[in-house]
């Protein structure tokens, strides 16, 4: 058993026994089928996790009410989805795992998606009172679709009337035994994350005068007439595992202090199990900690309710380290623990953990690109969620690795993540491979990142493991070596696969070239450094992340941009880093492009007047351009040439691991 005891020993939800203390998190996926049902694209998915030794798969959201169908999550409104559900449960359970679905009804955070289905005109989106949402971000400019989405977060709800509430718990009730007959082993009901169960929960939310508002026992009515009614449908056998938000961390909403109150009364209702997450629409960064956030972000609300409830409690909330996560359960702060991201990254994580392989575990970032619809929309929309570290996913079937029949002598050029994952996959192959790199430290930009501040804990447990995995798979790393046309033609490779990176841009203005003008990678590394007063110039990733650094030294920082602020930038991280510039009082110059450098500042345009940005040092944070020039002189110098990662177009590490990949199967 290794020394993980506490987390590999048995437990109990209700009268349903698990095989130890390791339960996935509920992820929406996006991969069913139009109306909303399940299709064979997903069983491979959770069979996997079921297979990487996993307790317990509470799978992802699912509709109980047809007036609450959204395009993003799959429906069990009808009991023609049971056979869709019944093939997920079946793929659980033959992969040794055991299975729950999650329930949800998103009352006024309907309006979000209305426009994306076809509803009728009268469906007017409901909520314990009349009030739009939360907003989590200012009007974005990017999208028809965004700000489509965005005008229609602000359409009034209509307030649930008793009868509707009646009706919604039993909608509750009938999709939790569809769940059961479908074969599913358990049930959780999403009282969570500012949707309608939560709303009802919330003091901002819910503003209602009857029995369901007013003190915490009124407001969490509802969720005990789900559970009560539920409970009476599935019968007592049948585990109910209720998820809540701990906290919404919004001043006025839900906090931990009242929700400790309410256990009792969820207990008292029918829940086998309490599910601790947190947030609401307007905190959404807390619901999947970024890389911005510790390790067990969640885990003291969690801790909160295990000392008042008298049945299991699952903690959640970016735990990635088996030690983390044995301790959580040998200190008593909860009875299970819960992997999201993790499990994305790696569905493999128990079994590594129980055996003792932490190494071996491919780790979660935190960047949140699995989320990254914005940025990745084709990717998301096309093939469900992605992740940056783990190409496969989603494509446990597809995308097997074979061991090669003719062994080939490849060259690879590049050691930044995309050239690591390659020459490994490749050397695992089977093939002859060499790893060149021209400087000598591994890694290439996520090396730089690396060092950032925000990003060292999470971006670092990449590098290690890849740096493991080329030692393991014996491949021979040539450090500090140009690779020249002449190398290549003397080395007589098969193939080359070319991962030269990217170098960072710089702007055609005056000024430019004057000494108070640096690269914010010269920042990060310590080669440069910056005055009290800064300019950063770029508003995407490295400009806010450079910018709250900066700040945190306490030096005095503006950040000027030429578009708006956060672009491309994941809308949870966007919404952590936006809150901490603001907090540290960093000036924001959106839309305001750079025109002029001179010694004791920065010229932009802002408002459509010029306008001048006093400071000692003006830090560069826009972008990077590719290095092509060795594919260019080598593209004919052996059979097989192939580029891959940012020196085909800088994009972040998710294309250069999903390339390498790619290219390292096809060779
Ligand atoms: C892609 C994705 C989809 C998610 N979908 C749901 C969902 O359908 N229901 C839910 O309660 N939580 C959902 N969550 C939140 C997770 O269940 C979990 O609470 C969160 O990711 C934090 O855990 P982690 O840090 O281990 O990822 C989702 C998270 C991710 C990353």
Redesign the pocket.
């Known amino acids: 058993m290794g020394k993980l005891r506490k987390l590999f020993e048995p437990g109990r939800i209700g009268r349903m026994e698990l095989k130890n203390r390791v339960v996935m998190?509920?992820?929406?996926?996006g991969r069913h089928g139009p109306e909303g049902e399940l299709t064979d694209r997903l069983p491979e998915y959770y069979a996997a996790r079921a297979r990487g030794g996993v307790g317990l798969i509470?799978c992802?959201?699912s509709i109980i009410l047809w007036e609450s169908r959204a395009p993003f999550?799959p429906c069990i409104y009808d009991d023609k989805f049971i056979p869709g559900f019944k093939m997920v449960a079946d793929a659980i359970h033959e992969a040794g795992g055991k299975a729950a679905f999650?329930l949800?009804h998103h009352g006024r955070l309907l309006t979000d998606y209305q426009s994306l289905v076809s509803h009728p005109e009268d469906i007017k989106p409901i909520a314990p009172s009349a009030l739009s949402r939360l907003l989590t971000k200012e009007a974005p400019s990017q999208s028809k679709e965004e700000v489509v989405l965005w005008v229609r977060g602000n359409i009034i709800p209509r307030q649930a009337s008793v009868e509707d509430i009646r009706r919604i718990t039993q909608g509750f009730a009938e999709a939790a035994l569809r769940v059961k007959k479908a074969g599913f082993d358990a049930v959780?009901i999403?009282g969570?994350?500012g949707y309608l169960l939560s709303q009802f929960l919330s003091p901002l939310a819910n503003r209602r005068t009857d029995e369901y508002g007013g003190s915490p026992a009124n407001r969490a009515r509802f969720v005990c007439e789900v559970l009560a009614a539920t409970r009476q449908k599935v019968g007592p056998d049948f585990p109910i595992i209720l998820?809540i938000s701990g906290s919404d961390f919004l001043p006025g909403g839900i906090s931990i202090e009242e929700v400790v109150q309410q256990v009792p009364l969820f207990e008292d209702a029918g829940a086998d199990a309490l599910?601790i997450?947190a947030s609401e629409q307007g905190s959404i960064d807390w619901?999947?900690?970024s890389f911005l956030f510790p390790q067990g972000?969640?885990v003291p609300l969690a801790a909160a309710v295990k000392r008042v409830a008298k049945i299991p409690v699952i903690a959640?909330?970016?735990?990635?380290q088996p030690a983390f996560a044995e301790d959580i359960i040998k200190s008593g702060k909860a009875d299970f623990i819960?992997?999201?991201?993790?499990?994305?990254a790696d569905p493999q994580w128990p079994n590594k953990a129980r055996e003792g392989r932490f190494d071996d575990i491919r780790p979660?970032v935190?960047c949140?690109n699995?989320?990254n619809i914005t940025a990745h929309r084709s990717y998301v929309l096309a093939e469900g969620?992605s992740c940056s570290v783990n190409p496969r996913l989603q494509h446990e079937k597809l995308f097997v690795s074979h061991p090669t029949t003719s062994p080939k002598k490849v060259m690879v050029v590049g050691a930044g993540p995309a050239g690591m994952e390659a020459a490994r996959t490749l050397a695992e192959r089977g093939h002859k491979v060499e790893l060149y790199e021209q400087k000598d430290v591994l890694g290439g930009q996520w090396h730089i990142a690396s060092q950032q501040a925000q990003k060292k804990e999470d971006y670092s447990r990449l590098l290690t493991y890849l740096k493991r995995g080329l030692e393991k798979a014996g491949v021979p790393v040539k450090m500090n070596t140009t690779v020249t046309k002449e190398l290549v033609k003397n080395a007589k490779p098969d193939a080359v696969v070319v991962a030269t990176g990217a170098v960072p841009s710089t702007l055609d203005i005056p000024g430019i070239t004057g000494e108070n003008v640096v690269q914010a990678n010269d920042v990060i590394l310590g080669k440069k450094k910056a005055g009290q007063s800064v300019v950063v110039v770029g508003g995407r990733y490295l400009g806010m992340e450079i910018a709250d650094q900066l700040a945190s030294e306490g030096k005095k920082v503006s950040l000027a941009t030429r578009r708006e602020l956060g672009r491309a930038v994941e809308r949870n991280v966007y919404l952590t880093l936006r809150n901490r510039l603001v907090e540290k009082g960093v000036f924001l110059y959106p839309h305001s492009p750079a025109v002029e450098i001179k010694d004791n500042g920065l010229y932009i345009v802002f408002n459509n007047d010029l306008f001048f940005l006093p400071a000692d040092t003006i830090v560069l944070a826009i972008g990077a351009k590719p290095e092509k020039e060795l594919m260019e002189q080598i593209r004919n110098l052996a059979p097989e040439v192939y580029s891959i990662g940012d020196c085909v177009a800088p994009r972040d590490v998710m294309y250069a691991i999903r390339e390498a990949d790619e290219v390292a199967r096809k060779i």
């Not at 998190?25 to 996926?29: D, Y």
């Not at 959640?316 to 990635?320: A, L």
């Not at 819960?338 to 994305?344: D, E, F, I, Q, S």
């Open positions: 998190a509920p992820m929406g996926t509470i992802q959201s999550r999650q949800v959780e999403h969570g994350h998820r599910d997450s619901q999947y900690p972000a969640l959640v909330g970016k735990i990635y819960a992997l999201g991201r993790a499990l994305l979660c935190y949140l699995c989320f969620i």
